[in-house]
C-alpha cells in the first residue's frame, strides 16, 4: 500500500484531464452501480461499486498506487468511499468534483452506453412520488397515509445527517439496474492493474 500522503482531496475534472495525460500511474475507481457505469464512465476507468468497496476495501487499497481518483455522478459516493479506504489507511485517494457529468462537461473522453438513470436520481423520484402521492390519498382518501410521507420525509433527512441512504441501497438491487454481467467483488478488484510505484 502507498504510503505517500494525498496531495489533494478532491481533483477537478480539468485537473483529471491533465493528470491522465502526465500520469500513467493514474487509476480510476468508479463506485457507481454496474447499471450507471454501462450507461456512462469515463475512458479507461474502473467499476468497484461502493457496496463491494466498503466490503473489500483492504484488498482494493493493496492495489492503488500514489494516484487513485474516485468518481461516482455527483461526488457523494465517491466521498464516501474515501472515507473507508482512509479508515483502511489509504491516504492517497482523491474525489472528483461534480463526478462524471463534470468530466464529460470539461470535454474528458467517456464511453456512452443505454441511458439509465442515475441512482441519486431515482431516489429523488421514488421519494416526491410517495411523498405526493400520501399526501393526496391523506387528503381525499385516507388520512392515515400521512405518517407514510412523513417517514420518508424522516428517511431523507436521516440519510442527509448521516450521508447515506438505504432507499439508494435497495433502489440499486432493483431489476432496471442490474447489468447483464454485474462484477463479483473479486471480479471488479482483480480488473484493476496493480499499481506502479511512479511518483
Not at 388520512?143 to 435497495?170: H, K, Q
Request: hydrophobic share 45%; net charge negative; charged share 15%.
Amino acid at each position: 500500500m502507498n504510503e505517500h500522503p494525498a496531495e489533494l482531496t478532491t481533483i477537478s475534472a480539468e485537473q483529471l484531464a491533465q493528470w491522465r495525460e502526465l500520469h500513467d500511474d493514474l487509476t480510476i475507481i468508479d463506485v457507481r452501480s454496474p447499471a450507471e457505469f454501462e450507461a456512462l464512465h469515463i475512458h479507461g476507468s474502473y467499476n468497484v461499486p461502493l457496496t463491494l468497496l466498503t466490503e473489500h476495501v483492504s484488498e482494493l487499497a493493496d492495489r492503488l498506487g500514489h494516484r487513485a481518483v474516485l468518481v461516482c455522478q455527483s461526488g457523494n459516493r465517491a466521498t464516501q468511499a474515501q472515507q473507508r479506504l482512509t479508515a483502511a489507511g489509504v491516504t492517497t485517494a482523491t474525489v472528483l468534483t461534480g463526478g462524471v457529468p463534470a468530466f464529460e462537461a470539461a470535454g474528458g473522453q467517456v464511453v456512452r452506453g443505454t441511458p439509465r438513470w442515475g441512482i441519486e436520481r431515482q431516489v429523488r423520484f421514488t421519494a416526491g412520488s410517495i411523498i405526493l402521492i400520501s399526501l393526496l390519498l391523506a387528503e381525499f382518501v385516507w388520512p392515515g397515509t400521512r405518517f407514510l410521507a412523513i417517514a420518508i420525509s424522516a428517511g431523507l433527512v436521516v440519510a442527509a445527517l448521516t450521508d447515506s441512504c438505504l432507499m439508494g441501497r435497495v433502489l440499486s438491487r432493483m431489476p432496471w439496474n442490474k447489468v447483464q454481467a454485474s462484477p463479483t467483488a473479486q471480479e471488479a478488484i482483480r480488473s484493476i492493474p496493480v499499481a506502479t510505484t511512479e511518483l
